[in-house]
């Protein structure tokens, strides 16, 4: 066991990392000790360095990093399906006073890992774990997706957006998504039906892809208005509204008089509270096998930033000037 490490760690809200030296902690029962190779930046990251994100409190100082991917660098008791140097990744820390993944190493509950994709780099799986599991709960877990659906994916080619038509056609269904013209061909890539949301109205688009009878699932990325015309475009009776940014006050009238259902996302819940860990490391396993189908291809922006360019990665995110999920090389002294 190495005895230190190097930590990038937030002093107070929207302060500058700090590259601090800290112990290496030990994995206790049900732990691995993992040595960091990449750490996605998401979105929320950003909200949790700010406190401003209610629902995803960390207590600072700390290190931040949602999303990682390692190899296994020691185990602790009552661990099992994991070796010393297998490649794993997950959604592991960096809430809730829990260590991040913006350090050499860190101590995770091994339920919420699994092993990565044996075709991709680590920069590649770090990208993945909280897209995939926001994707996978809302599609397949709570929209039980199916062959011959059809799904509607409103901001098709978001973080969260692009796995999502990604695993709908996995599944079987026909995927039709907006985006800004822009991302026109991207999505089509995908395999869906483009559909720009600055043109096209719900009455148009259930016309022309629906036979005017609606969506049999509408995954929404965005929240705001787009959740309401999610309600008007979904299918009566059988439709099911799913959304991961389902804040805010909205009129439940339009899906009440379809008698369709909505489902919201919250995938830090397990990460918070304890529970359900263990799906997510079923979700990230069963998402490593499409990976290495060649089915799920998580979309990842071609510059590299360094342990030392933390900042320059946060402002790209920031800035909305990524194409792409940011992830960190994480380097080791």
Request: with cysteine; aromatic share 6%.
């Amino acid at each position: 066991m190495p005895g230190r490490m190097q930590a990038l760690q937030v002093l107070s809200a929207n302060g500058p990392f700090v590259v601090t030296d800290m112990a290496v902690p030990a994995p206790a029962a049900g732990q691995v000790l993992v040595k960091v190779l990449a750490s996605g930046v998401n979105p929320l990251d950003l909200k949790i360095r700010a406190g401003a994100a209610a629902h995803a409190k960390q207590p600072l100082p700390a290190v931040l990093g949602l999303d990682m991917a390692g190899e296994v660098f020691a185990i602790g008791p009552e661990v099992n399906g994991f070796e010393l140097a297998d490649r794993v990744y997950g959604m592991t820390g960096g809430v809730a006073g829990q260590q991040g993944s913006l350090a050499e190493y860190q101590r995770v509950d091994a339920r919420l890992l699994a092993k990565a994709p044996a075709n991709i780099s680590p920069r590649q799986a770090a990208a993945m774990p909280l897209v995939v599991i926001t994707a996978w709960e809302g599609l397949v877990d709570r929209a039980k997706v199916s062959a011959g659906q059809k799904v509607l994916v409103q901001g098709g080619a978001g973080g969260v957006g692009h796995i999502v038509v990604q695993l709908a056609k996995a599944f079987g269904a026909e995927v039709f998504a907006t985006a800004a013209a822009k991302d026109a061909a991207y999505i089509r890539s995908l395999g869906a039906v483009f559909i720009d949301y600055q043109t096209s109205t719900v009455a148009q688009m259930l016309a022309e892809h629906t036979d005017n009878q609606g969506f049999d699932i509408v995954y929404n990325t965005v929240g705001g208005s787009s959740l309401d015309q999610a309600f008007a475009a979904v299918k009566a009776y059988t439709g099911h509204v799913v959304s991961c940014l389902g804040w805010g006050s909205h009129s439940l009238a339009p899906l009440s008089f379809k008698a369709a259902t909505y489902s919201g996302v919250f995938t830090l819940l397990p990460l918070l509270t304890g529970e359900g860990r263990q799906h997510h490391g079923e979700i990230l396993t069963r998402a490593s096998a499409l990976t290495e189908q060649g089915l799920l291809t998580v979309r990842l922006d071609p510059q590299q930033f360094d342990f030392h360019q933390i900042e320059q990665a946060h402002d790209k995110v920031a800035t909305a000037a990524n194409s792409g999920k940011v992830v960190v090389s994480v380097s080791h002294t």
